[in-house]
Each structure stands twice: as C-alpha cells, then as structure tokens.
C-alpha cells in the first residue's frame, strides 16, 4: 500500500464528535464525467452556456415531482439533531459534512429562488444567488454524501439527506456537470449488461472456471448456468461477484446452495448486474431503464423467480423500486415475494432442514457482521420488519461458531456506512473513503480486541469493495472481510441429503 | 352609537391579517405538498408493514418526538418542555374563544399556567444549544434566533400579564369574542398585553412562510409516512404512469 497523501484518522476508544475543521474537504471532488460518458445517458456534454437558469428550472421540476424535496426543504428547523451522525463529518470534521450543513447548499438556493423569504431577505434565512462558488460547493459536497439515510433515521421530521443529495447530482447532470465514476458505469450497463463491462463470452469462461473450482475443492459437479430457459430462478448478482475476492467466494456460496437444495437457477448475460447506479444520481428515467433490463431477462427465461445477490444498494432498488419502475410481475409465481433476496432463500432453507451446515468449518475465524447502510435502512428481508438484521444474523450464526456482533450504536438501523456507498467507491476519493470508514473501523477495532474478532461479514458489492481498499489504512488486513455466503460455502454440506 | 377605540381597531384588524395570512398560506402550503407525488418507497426502515401501525409511528413521531429522542436528549428534553408547554398554553386560551366554556378547558386551567414557564425554559434550553455547542451555532441563521426571540416574547408578555400586570381578562375574552363574531368591543389598555397580540399575530403571518412549516411537514414526510408493502403493492405516480406509457414527462 502506497503512503496517502492525507492524515488518515487515529482510532480513539470512543466515537466523539470531531473538532470543526471548516472546508477540511472542499478539495474533494470526484472527476467529471467526459463528453461521450455523459452523451451516452442524454446529458449535455460540458457545462451549459446558461447553467444557473437551466439548474433552477431543474430544480422547480424536481419539486414539482417529489414531495421528499419540497418537504425536506421546507421543513427543517437546524435542531442539530443529525450532526454528529454522518460518517463523512465523523471522520473528516468538516462541517459541511454535517447532513443538516449539506442540505443546506440546496436550501440556500430553493429559499432565494422559490420563496418568498428568500426572495425579500435572503441573508436573514440564508437565501444566496447561485453562482461559480455554489456550484463548485455543490460538486464536491454532494459528492461527499452515500445517501446512507443514517441521518433521517435521526431527524425528528425524517427528513432524508439522500433525497436531497441524488437531487443535486440530478440537477449538476442536466447542466452538463456530471460524475465520470457513476455515468461511465451507467453506460456501460446499457452497452454490456453489466458495470464491469463484462461481456456475455467472458462471462461464460469465467463461470466455467468457478466450476471447475468447485469440483476441485468439493469433488462435486456444482453448476453456474448462464441463460438457461425455462431455470425455476433468474439470479442476479452484483457484477463483482463474478471474479473479485471476496465476492465470488459469495457467488460460489449461492451456488451451492440452489446446488444443494434442488432449485434450477441460471444467470442472464443479459442482466448480469444487480446494481443500478442511476439511483445515485437521482434520475428515474436511468433507474427505469436499468430495472427494465431485469423483467426482460425475466420473461425471456421464463424463469418464475428473480433473486438478487449481495448487493446493499442493488437490494433497495430491487426490494423498494424494481415493482415500481419494472412491474407488475404477474407473471411470475406469486407464491414468492419478488423479488427475493439470496439471504431470504438460504435462511428458508436453513430453517426448514433443507440444507446442513457444519459451523466447524469456519472455526478458523472469529466474525461480525456489518449491516449495510442499504439493506438496513432502505429495505427488508423476511416477512417482518427488521427481518433484515435478523435473517443475515441467523445465518452467520448457522455457518460458524464464533460471531460477535459490534457496538449496538453501529449496528441495525444505526449502522454505518462502509464509506464508499452511494457512487463515491472511485479511487479519485480515496481520501473521502478511507476518512469516512472511521466509525465502522472503530466499531470494528473495539471486537478485535474484546472478542478477538478477525473477520468482518458483509452483504454488499459496494462494502466488500470499500473494505478491501479501506482496511489497511487501519492496520487491518485487507482480506479481513468476507461474504456472508463465502460462510455458508465453507460450511454447507454437499451430496447426498442425510 | 358607541365608537371602538383606535387601538381596539389596529389590533382586530392586525388579528384578521396574522390569522388570514395564517390560514391561507399554510392551506396552500399544505395543498402543495398533498398534491406532490412521493414517486418512490422511502420509508425509514424498519417500517411498519400496514396502515395502523405507520398511524402509530406518526402519532409516536409528532406527540413524543421519538426519532429525536434517539437522537439527541438534551436536544428532545428542551424541544419537548417547549412544546409541551406551548400545547398546554393553545388549550388554557380556549377560555378567550369558547363561551360558554367547555368544562376540560376549565379543568386545564392551573396546569396551563405552567405552560408559559414550560416554554420559557425550553426555549432558553434551545437558544443555548444554539450558542453552546459548535456544530449547532454553525447551522444557525439569523432567522433561527429570531424565531426563537419572537416566541420568548409571546411567552414572557404572557406570563407578564398573568404575574406582573394583570390584564382585565373580562374584557379581554369580550374584545376576543367581539373579534370572533365581528362585533367588536374594547380591548383592554395593557400594554404587555397589546404586545402580546401583536408578537402572536406577527407569529401567525410568519408560520407558512417558515421554518414553522416543520408542523404540517412531518405528516407529510414520506420517510415516515409510507408503509413497507413495496413488493405486494405497486406504487406508481401519475407522471410515472405517464412516463410509462410512453406519454409526455
């Protein structure tokens, strides 16, 4: 690992809410997206000759289709209550960190433009003109914010940073001012069916490989089909699953699940991508689109379930938006929730007998579990709320004898964000990420040295990315994360049914 | 024909405005955010799985505050003394609407009087959060402070005309009656008692165009608001439905 050129933060024994460090990070700003990046997704390719018109016009649109905004804009009352909640702010002290600072950028602007107060005494409610400075603050603070939602779990009218944040990147991209990480991952979906730019030949060498893999370590003939016709599941991963460490140990885990358990499943190279980054960057029309790409693979399967892979922010769209932008799915078996997600299948299984784990086959390591922001905020797993904590939880704790969950204040609905979450998991942002993961990695130093912790368990794309990255800054090893189901593949029993 | 003194006149008609501009700006207010689309499931999770019980979260979140209370307890102790206290005082001046008065207002009477100290204390609790603590102070607008000036004097006029210089309150309650049912009559010549319907009328025309709107805002928060049924029942806005079908935006 090469030396950063920043301070990476000490871990203390407790979380205190840093000293103020005023634009600590207003250097931090992702790169921008090229000229052909944003032609491919419909925006214009450099900053528009007149910006500030069209960005205010942008602005009076979204109002008008999202009563989140109009609301949060309106309804704050700088209580305070969500500053010492971010994990940006709680690692870099910059206060424009603070979700209440944040929203503020956008605030300042709605008051001047659209209200009255605004209009006849701007710097008594903190009303100013949009120009160069508030855009530039606008670029790089919006792209200091994971859309985690931890602050609106905090905010006594729920308002939700992530709401406002996606806005902004919506109206920075109608002016031509667009993030190069999530629009060049955009068009490549559209172009290859995945972000990786994996293509369908690649696709199918690659899971050939795991096979053989598979049949090496187990002796047993566990298949990865792709485009199979007619499979009872379409199952759709995150596109990290298929070769970075430790996601296709995840992938490999799925499976020999559906493996063990009888369930006919295949891939689409279709849609071999769960992730749907337009959610980043607020722009339905982009959601809609990506989503499409899975009820297609859907019917032309003829699949009768859809189940998504680990993946935090993939499981809130599939879970909140895909009945939304891709529905109805009356024509798949409703005898399931659509979709599913892969921790759903493995807990019902588990419960039911179905599958037999021996927990000695993860002895060699001691694990906690971190709560993806996405799937703990966002979304459900199960038929009750909070089945998300718990089913991931039952899971681990079949797969192997020693887990120790963290701090309860980082954990569940309060848990924090890896710190690459949301369309900032760019090398251009290191500094924000390494930064921003301090609370988890504090979280993470106190089960270390209680419990002797070695392994952090996670459940997204984005976090296993992040912590592999992140972890060595801390002094962690970096292949101290692992896949929930990379625990289930070590521990499941294949053949023949006891 | 008896003639309505001068300053009886400005303050009825003051109260008329403060109450129109009231009334009308947060109808329209309220209008608006009805009529705007939630397009998107964003419910706060874990949510509740059904109408009852995201009634219970909401009534939960406006009377006890409760995601504040997860948040932060100084800030949730003061907040709630204040609005305790001013909810206490709303009901105590039922008595200068109501005739003849309803026996509970009757009965809230002496429990109302310590509204007023209720609020003092909060407000003071809040304003101190606002100079105390960094991150706060950061966040804070003129406007903040204002607001929080304006209603110290509502509360500190009011528990004065109780206290201090006691306000004919026969004669208020017929001022407010001749008010209600424009057939006005003298107000009472105290002045604590003037500046205490000039800063509530002053109130009144502020609130829709204020951070005041925090009020009808959190019923509306879809955060809060929405149930978590996204995968039985499809939820789709009428411009997305436009969208859809392939119609204009």
């Known amino acids: 690992m090469a030396k950063p050129d920043f301070n990476v933060p000490r871990l203390a024994e407790y979380l205190e809410p840093p000293q103020l460090a005023p634009d600590a990070m207003a250097g931090s700003k992702p790169f921008k997206a090229s000229r052909q990046h944003q032609a491919a997704l419909g925006f214009p390719g450099e900053l528009v000759e007149n910006w500030e018109e069209v960005a205010i016009a942008k602005l009076g649109e979204l109002l008008g289709k999202y009563r989140s905004l109009r ?26 960190n603070m979700p209440v600072a944040r929203q503020d950028l956008l605030r300042s602007v709605y008051r001047r433009y659209f209200t009255p107060a605004g209009k006849l005494f701007p710097k008594l409610v903190g009303a100013r003109d949009l120009d160069n400075s508030v855009l530039d603050e606008w670029y790089s603070y919006f792209h200091q914010c994971s859309q985690c939602r931890r602050c609106s779990l905090f905010c006594p009218f729920g308002i939700d940073t992530a709401e406002i944040s996606a ?4 109206i920075l991209d109608a002016i031509g001012v667009g993030q190069k990480y999530c629009n060049e991952i955009l068009g490549k979906v559209h172009a290859i069916g995945n972000n990786l730019g994996l293509p369908g030949a690649a696709l199918q060498d690659t899971l050939a490989g795991l096979e053989e893999d ?46 063990q358990a009888g369930i006919t499943w295949t891939l689409s190279s279709y849609a071999s991508e769960a992730a749907n980054f337009a959610m980043f960057i607020g722009n339905y029309e982009q959601m809609r689109k990506v989503a499409l790409r899975i009820r297609k693979a859907a019917l032309d399967l003829k699949v009768k379930r859809i189940v998504i892979g680990e993946c935090g922010h993939a499981w809130r769209v599939a879970y909140s938006f895909l009945n939304t932008l891709a529905g109805p799915f009356d024509f798949l078996d409703r005898n399931y929730p659509v979709p599913q997600h892969i921790v ?99 979280a993470l130093r106190q089960v270390q040295q209680e419990h002797g912790v070695t392994h952090i368990a996670a459940i997204c794309a984005i976090c296993k990315s992040q912590f592999t990255k ?22 499941i029993q294949l053949g023949a049914k006891a | 024909m008896q003639t309505v003194p001068l300053l009886t006149v400005i303050c009825a008609l003051m109260l008329y405005a403060g109450a129109a501009v009231f009334l009308l700006g947060l109808g329209h207010k309220i209008v608006w955010y009805a009529r705007t689309p939630a397009p998107l499931k964003i419910p706060t999770m ?44 709303v009901l105590r001046h039922l008595r200068y609407f109501v005739q003849p008065l309803w026996g509970w207002v009757v009965l809230i009477q002496p429990a109302g009087l310590y509204g007023g100290f ?18 706060v102070y950061y966040v804070t607008q003129p406007s903040d402070y204002l607001m929080i000036l304006l209603l110290l004097g509502i509360a500190a006029s009011g528990l004065s005309v109780t206290y201090l210089d006691h306000a004919d309150i026969v004669s208020f309650k017929e001022f407010i009656l001749g008010v209600l049912y424009f057939d006005w009559q003298p107000l009472p010549a105290n002045p604590l008692l003037v500046i205490h319907l000039v800063l509530a009328s002053v109130l009144m025309a502020v609130f829709p165009f204020s951070k005041l709107l925090h009020a009808p805002a959190v019923f509306f928060s879809p955060t809060r608001n929405q149930v978590d049924n996204a995968r039985e029942r499809r939820h789709l806005a009428p411009w997305a439905a436009r969208l859809e079908a392939g119609l204009n935006k």
């Open chain 1, 71 to 96: 609301v949060y804009l309106d309804g704050c009352v700088k209580c305070g209550a969500c500053t010492d909640k971010c994990h940006y702010f709680l690692g870099t002290g910059d206060p424009k």
């Open chain 1, 470 to 491: 992140v972890l060595p800054f801390y002094g962690f090893p970096m292949d101290a994360v692992v896949s929930v189901h990379q625990l289930v593949s070590n521990a």
């Open chain 1, 214 to 259: 598979v049949k090496a370590d187990t002796g047993v003939d566990v298949r990865f089909p792709l485009n199979v016709e007619g499979a009872e599941v379409l199952l759709i991963p995150p596109s990290a699953d298929f070769f970075a460490e430790p996601h296709v140990d995840g992938l490999i885990g799925y499976a020999k699940v559906l493996h």
């Open chain 1, 344 to 442: 759903e299948i493995t807990h019902d299984l588990i419960t039911r007998g179905a599958i037999r784990l021996d927990r000695e086959a993860n002895d060699h390591i001691k694990v906690t579990f971190h709560d993806s922001c996405n799937v703990a905020r966002a979304s459900r797993m199960g038929d009750r709320p909070g089945g998300q904590f718990v089913l991931p939880r039952e899971v681990i704790n079949a797969s192997c004898n020693h887990f120790h969950d963290m701090d309860p204040d980082t954990i569940g609905e309060r848990t924090f964000c890896c710190g690459g979450g949301g369309g900032l998991l760019t090398d251009d942002l290191l500094e924000l990420r390494v930064k921003g993961a301090l609370p988890r990695m504090q």
């Open chain 1, 167 to 170: 806005a902004a990147r919506e």
């Open chain 2, 118 to 135: 209720a609020m003092v204390v909060g407000l003071l609790g809040l304003l101190a959060r606002r100079l105390l603590v960094a991150r």
């Open chain 2, 46 to 89: 874990p949510a509740p799985t059904n109408g009852i019980g995201v009634a219970l979260r909401m009534a939960r979140e406006a009377a006890l505050f409760e995601s504040l209370f997860k948040s932060n307890k100084w800030a949730w102790l003061f907040s709630a003394l204040f609005h305790l206290g001013l909810l206490l005082e």
